[in-house]
Antibody, heavy 119, light 106 residues
Framework: QLQLQESGPGLVKSSEILSLTCTVSGGSIISSDYSWGWIRQPPGKGLEWIGNVSYSGNTYYNPSLKTRVTISVHTSRNQFSLKLSSVIAADTSVFYC???????????WGQGTMVTVSS | EIVLTQSPATLSLSPGERATLSCRAS??????LAWYQQKPGQAPRLLIYGASNRATGIPARFSGSGSGTDFTLTISSLEPEDFAVYYCQQRYDWPTFGQGTKVEIK
């Protein structure tokens, strides 16, 4: 069955770029039925959608993060990635990658990876 | 931005009781509403999509209803594993989540 796994540094310095990768296994990232998203959750708080990418590279971002976010797809490696620039302490979160269906729900999630922004 | 407001913030119930969770949207999202369950240290799990459709493998005690701006998640009889935080999410506009309802053991 399809699985998603996040990877990347657990500690990023303030003002630098946070970079994460999501590896899709057990199926292909190439599908017109789904897009691939990033969602974050600060410690003890709720969920915030960051953005999505389709297998063809079309992107869709949260307007409040749009100026700092880049999401890319790498079909040959069955991966997609997140870059968040100019990070601050408030960006400290668990970051999840997830598959989004046409109905808009996120039906498969990675386990999440904690990223701490240090000063 | 479409704001989703969940109520109550916390629901204290005993196993076997019925749980009724509410999610209200700041404008109509038609039926584009999903519900998730999250346990500590785990990723959210999709329970309901399209307002009323159970996701694969979700027990029949979970049901969703509503359309437009008012939605309800009902757990007909709480099992011990159901005590968790529940989130609603819309995608009529760019995706947003509610702030969550914690279902705790009374």
């Amino acid at each position: 069955q399809l699985q998603l796994q996040e990877s990347g540094p657990g500690l990023v310095k303030s003002s630098e770029i946070l970079s994460l990768t999501c590896t899709v296994s057990g199926g292909s990232i190439i599908s017109s039925d789904y897009s691939w998203g990033w969602i974050r959750q600060p410690p003890g708080k709720g969920l915030e959608w960051i953005g999505n990418v389709s297998y063809s590279g079309n992107t869709y971002y949260n307007p409040s993060l749009k100026t700092r976010v880049t999401i890319s797809v790498h079909t040959s490696r069955n991966q997609f990635s997140l870059k968040l620039s100019s990070v601050i302490a408030a960006d400290t979160s668990v970051f999840y990658c997830a598959r989004q269906g046409a109905d808009g729900s996120f039906d498969i999630w990675g386990q999440g990876t904690m990223v701490t922004v240090s000063s | 931005e479409i704001v989703l407001t969940q109520s109550p913030a916390t629901l204290s119930l005993s196993p076997g009781e019925r749980a009724t969770l509410s999610c209200r949207a700041s404008q109509s999202v038609r039926e584009f509403l999903a519900w998730y369950q999250q346990k500590p240290g785990q990723a959210p799990r999709l329970l309901i999509y399209g307002a009323s459709n159970r996701a694969t493998g979700i027990p029949a005690r979970f049901s969703g209803s509503g359309s437009g701006t008012d939605f309800t998640l009902t757990i007909s009889s709480l099992e011990p594993e159901d005590f968790a935080v529940y989130y609603c999410q819309q995608r009529y506009d760019w995706p947003t989540f509610g702030q969550g309802t914690k279902v705790e053991i009374k």
